[in-house]
């Protein structure tokens, strides 16, 4: 599977690529979504 930025995008529940800091800090800050999206 090739990571791209659609790939990563579709990751974290963002649609463009300028919201990508803010949506990575609240996942980082809830232990769940981190969890889930780092296993």
Known sequence: MILT???????????ESYQA???LMKILFDRE???EIFK
């Open 5 to 15: 930025t659609e790939t990563i995008n579709n990751l974290i529940g963002i649609k």
């Open 21 to 23: 800091s803010d949506a």
């Open 33 to 35: 979504k981190r969890e």
